[in-house]
T-cell receptor, first 113, second 112 residues
Framework: ETGVTQSPTHLIKTRGQQVTLRCSSQ?????VSWYQQALGQGPQFIFQ???????GRGNFPPRFSGLQFPNYSSELNVNALELDDSALYLC????????????FGPGTRLTVL | LAKTTQPISMDSYEGQEVNITCSHN???????ITWYQQFPSQGPRFIIQ???TKVTNEVASLFIPADRKSSTLSLPRVSLSDTAVYYC?????????????FGQGTELSVKP
């Protein structure tokens, strides 16, 4: 059984550019969530996808968007990058049932210059 | 949503028992208490979850008093590898659109 994987590990972009981050869920999990973690802070929920539909969203603007594919892999897209978007982006997969634990990937470190 | 308060940092020595207390005064009836651990440059990892009284697994114990307004994560005989940030989360994830709500966490430093 493979765990949650994310790519790339690190990424450097400039302000105004667009970025796509990728996540492969843990085997058997049909729900994926994305979190943004600024330095020294706890992760902040961006959104969750269940069976290819957005299932919940945190307080992030529409330029943060996502996709979930039939094989339950997922993408996070961020348009018009801002300096404050520099953070660790974490993907977590889980079963749809409410109280199951979420399994996090190692994250993608995004730096916006 | 219940807000949590936990110490920003704690220091310990190898072999000691570490207790990290989390306050959650406005916890709701359906809320569970969950603890996650995060090492530098890694994603958080689930440690333990409970609703009331005591829960124990191979990693930690979780003590929850009857009023459920606080909880204590107990790590027996810590080692250097337990140095990490520990997050206390309170909520009913089934009613939160799958959202886990993290606070700032407690940075535990274990020294030799």
């Amino acid at each position: 059984e493979t765990g949650v994987t994310q790519s790339p590990t690190h990424l450097i972009k400039t302000r105004g550019q667009q970025v796509t981050l990728r996540c492969s869920s843990q085997s058997g999990h049909n729900t994926v969530s994305w979190y943004q973690q600024a330095l020294g802070q706890g992760p902040q929920f961006i959104f969750q996808y269940y069976r290819e539909e957005e299932n919940g969203r945190g307080n992030f603007p529409p330029r943060f968007s996502g996709l979930q594919f039939p094989n339950y892999s997922s993408e996070l897209n961020v348009n018009a990058l801002e300096l404050d978007d520099s953070a660790l982006y974490l993907c977590a997969s889980s079963l749809a049932e409410g109280r199951d634990e979420q399994f996090f990937g190692p994250g993608t470190r995004l730096t916006v210059l | 949503l219940a807000k949590t308060t936990q110490p920003i940092s704690m220091d310990s020595y190898e072999g000691q028992e570490v207790n990290i207390t989390c306050s959650h005064n406005n916890i709701a009836t359906n809320d569970y208490i969950t603890w996650y651990q995060q090492f530098p440059s890694q994603g958080p990892r689930f440690i333990i979850q409970g609703y009331k009284t005591k829960v124990t697994n191979e990693v930690a114990s979780l003590f929850i008093p009857a009023d459920r307004k606080s909880s204590t994560l107990s790590l027996p005989r810590v080692s250097l590898s337990d140095t990490a940030v520990y997050y206390c989360l309170v909520g009913d994830i089934s009613n939160q659109g799958g959202k886990l709500i993290f606070g700032q966490g407690t940075e535990l430093s274990v020294k030799p």
